[in-house]
Nanobody, 117 residues
C-alpha cells in the first residue's frame, strides 16, 4: 500500500506561480509512475502531468506543457509540480496519484488551487 498527501495549493493571481508537493509513504518501491490530475465541479478529472518513479521520463498535457514542470526528489519519496504563468482555467483541486502497475489507483486527498483574474 501507498499513501499520498498533497500540499502547496492556495490562491494566486493570474500569471503567478505555485509549487505543489506530494509526499508518498508505504511501499513506494512498487511505484512505476506518478502523476498529477485536476478536477473542477461539473467537469471530468483531467490529466496534468506524469513522471516515472525513476524520474527519467515526463509527460505533460497540451494545456500545461511549457508552463508546468513535474519533478521528483530521487533521495526521498516526494514529487512536485511547479506551476508558472497560471491562468484562471487552471483553478481546480489537484490530486497526485501513483501507478503501481495496474493504473492510477492510489490517490491523495487533493489540494485546492484558486487563480484570480
Amino acid at each position: 500500500q501507498v499513501q499520498l498527501v498533497e500540499s502547496g495549493g492556495g490562491l494566486v493571481q493570474a500569471g503567478g506561480s505555485l509549487r505543489l508537493s506530494c509526499a508518498a509513504a508505504g511501499r513506494t518501491f512498487s511505484i512505476s509512475n506518478m502523476a498529477w490530475f485536476r478536477q473542477t465541479p461539473g467537469k471530468e478529472r483531467e490529466f496534468v502531468a506524469r513522471i516515472s518513479w525513476s524520474g527519467l521520463t515526463t509527460y505533460y498535457s497540451e494545456t500545461v506543457r511549457g508552463r508546468f514542470t513535474i519533478s521528483r526528489d530521487l533521495a526521498n519519496n516526494a514529487m512536485y509540480l511547479q506551476m508558472n504563468r497560471l491562468r484562471p482555467e487552471d483553478a481546480a483541486v489537484y490530486h497526485c496519484a501513483a501507478d503501481l502497475g495496474l493504473g492510477y489507483k492510489t490517490w491523495g486527498q487533493g489540494t485546492q488551487v484558486t487563480v484570480s483574474s
